[in-house]
């Protein structure tokens, strides 16, 4: 099946930092990605989805000034968390879809922590 | 809004039990029916689906029923193994939304030899 990377699997950063996780379609090229985030013990939240040259389209509550989403590429969707707080703190986890196949493939997911 | 509800976890069995794990959606039309299994270090995998109103997926023994009457998509596996250990999400899906998924909570299963 297609293959999705996600970059880190997990990160430690420091209060008023910027993090960049990537996120990548291996063996497929992929038109739309997806950014998840999950806090322990709840679902998967939807953040946004990003097609490859436009801008990302943001779920309601999610600050883009925030969660910069780059989608430059059809292999590579990148999430940027920027001037990062401990309520950032999260799994964050993609999934990219296969162009003409509704079906999503999710990376193995970044689990960030502010201190 | 439309929404996704599991069963609380951790749910611990031992080897060979049955298991079944309990999801309920909420939503305005019909939307196809996923569960994704994560196992430890892994992403989510898709391990099962039904599009329809009494569709039922089934996959690795696990199988799942699409309810409409009572809005639901349980899981069940007759014969639970170690292996089978990971998180379970149940999900929704509108085919006219591009792909967007909205999850349930997910439910731990832990199984003992």
């Known amino acids: 099946g297609a293959v999705v990377s996600q970059h880190p699997s997990w990160v430690i950063c420091k209060s008023g930092t910027s993090v960049k996780i990537e996120c990548r379609s291996l063996d497929f090229q992929a038109t739309t990605m997806f950014w998840y985030r999950q806090f322990p013990k709840q679902s998967l939240m939807l953040m946004a989805t990003?097609?490859?040259?436009?801008?990302?389209?943001?779920e309601q509550g999610v600050e883009k000034d925030k969660f910069l989403i780059n989608h430059a590429s059809l292999t590579l969707s990148t999430l940027t968390v920027t001037s990062a707080h401990p309520e950032d703190s999260s799994f964050y986890i993609c999934s990219a879809r296969v162009p003409g196949n509704t079906e999503a493939f999710f990376g193995q997911g970044t689990r960030l922590t502010v201190v | 809004g439309d929404s996704v509800t599991q069963m609380e976890g951790p749910v611990t069995l031992s080897e060979e039990a049955f298991l079944t794990i309990n999801c309920t959606y909420t939503?305005?039309?019909?939307?196809?029916l996923f569960w994704y299994v994560q196992y430890p270090g892994e992403g989510l995998q898709l391990l099962l689906k039904a599009t329809k109103a009494d569709d039922k997926g089934s996959n690795k023994g696990f199988e799942a029923t699409y309810r409409k009457e009572t809005t639901s998509f349980h899981l069940e596996k007759g014969s639970v193994q170690v292996s089978d250990s990971a998180v379970y999400f149940c999900a929704l899906r509108f085919d006219n939304q591009g792909g967007k998924l909205i999850f349930g909570q997910g439910t731990e299963l832990s199984v003992k030899p």
């Open positions: 939503a305005t039309g019909y939307p196809s």
């Open positions: 990003s097609n490859e040259g436009s801008k990302a389209t943001y």
